[in-house]
Nanobody
Framework: QVQLVESGGGLVQPGGSLRLSCVAS????????MGWFRQAPGKEREFVAA????????YYADSVKGRFTISRDNAKNTVYLQMNDLNAEDTAVYYC?????????????????WGQGTQVTVSS
C-alpha cells in the first residue's frame, strides 16, 4: 500500500521556522523524485520545492527560494522541507508528492503519489 505521511506542521509566528517531514512506504522511495506543494485557503495548489531521487538537484518556487530547503534521506524513506523566515503568505496545507523522472517537476498533474497534507499557519 502506497503511503506518504506528512508531519511537522503547526502554528508559528512570522519570522519563525518549521521543518516538515514526509515518510514514504509501499514503493521504492529511492527511485522517485519528491516534491512539496501547498494550497492556501481559496487558492489553487502550487509547487513549492522538489528534489531528485539522488538529492543531487533541487528546485524551488521563486516565492520560497532562499528561505526553504528541501532534502531527503533515502535510508529513512523521508523527505524534508526546512522552512525559515515564514510569513503569513506561507500559510497553507503542505503536501508531499512523488513522481518518476525529472521532467516537469513543477507540474502537479505528473505526480502520482500524494500525502494527505499538513497544516502550516503563520500568525502572530
Amino acid at each position: 500500500q502506497v503511503q506518504l505521511v506528512e508531519s511537522g506542521g503547526g502554528l508559528v509566528q512570522p519570522g519563525g521556522s518549521l521543518r516538515l517531514s514526509c515518510v514514504a512506504s509501499g514503493f521504492t522511495f529511492g527511485s522517485y523524485l519528491m516534491g512539496w506543494f501547498r494550497q492556501a485557503p481559496g487558492k489553487e495548489r502550487e509547487f513549492v520545492a522538489a528534489i531528485t531521487w539522488s538529492g543531487s538537484r533541487t528546485y524551488y518556487a521563486d516565492s520560497v527560494k532562499g528561505r526553504f530547503t528541501i532534502s531527503r534521506d533515502n535510508a529513512k524513506n523521508t523527505v524534508y522541507l526546512q522552512m525559515n523566515d515564514l510569513n503569513a503568505e506561507d500559510t497553507a496545507v503542505y503536501y508531499c508528492a512523488a513522481k518518476l523522472g525529472n521532467m516537469g517537476v513543477t507540474s502537479q498533474r505528473l505526480y502520482d503519489r500524494w500525502g494527505q497534507g499538513t497544516q502550516v499557519t503563520v500568525s502572530s
